[in-house]
């Protein structure tokens, strides 16, 4: 059977979830083969049956596609305003200077003080469900705790969250 292999090349083809996975899973491996186990399993589904199955130039190969993506990781990146994620169209807090209220705010903070495991929740309250847009501008949904999209974020693209990390 053949094995079909799906290989980010950009941080927009890895997720929140995956990128929180994959700091989480790795933050004490210093064997090399060990993390690269981990990018393949976490970046690409693959096992580590069918790794085994592998050649050692095609690991290789997909191993130097992934690695420029994660060490891109910690630069500097654009700022998204909007993205789509199942249908669903997400938008920045539209004027971050006045429209945001002391509670949002503190649990912006609170969040990126967890950490790793706190991105996918500050992603939550800066990005939320466009309910109208007109002449390119955007009103979203207003907040509301506990935060229903929380979960969802999880699967947004690592490029958008790492370009709201502005703060």
Excluded: W
């Amino acid at each position: 059977s053949k094995l079909e292999i799906n290989i980010p090349t950009t941080l927009m083809d890895i997720s929140v979830g995956q990128y929180q996975r994959f700091l989480i899973e790795t933050k004490d491996i210093e064997d090399n083969d060990a993390l690269e186990q981990k990018m393949l399993n976490i970046f690409c589904g693959i096992t580590l049956h069918q790794l085994r199955a592998l050649n050692s130039n095609q690991v290789e190969d997909i191993v130097s596609k992934i690695a420029p993506i994660i060490n891109s990781f910690s630069d500097a990146h654009p700022f998204i305003h909007r993205f789509s994620l199942k249908g669903v169209e997400y938008g920045f807090i539209p004027n971050l200077e006045q429209d945001v209220s002391y509670g949002e705010n503190k649990d912006i903070t609170t969040h990126f003080k967890e950490g790793v495991e706190g991105i996918h929740k500050a992603m939550a309250v800066l990005y939320r469900p466009i309910v109208m847009t007109s002449n390119g501008t955007y009103k979203i949904e207003g907040y509301k705790v506990p935060v229903k999209h929380e979960d969802a974020l999880k699967e947004m693209p690592l490029g958008v969250a790492l370009g709201a990390q502005v703060f």
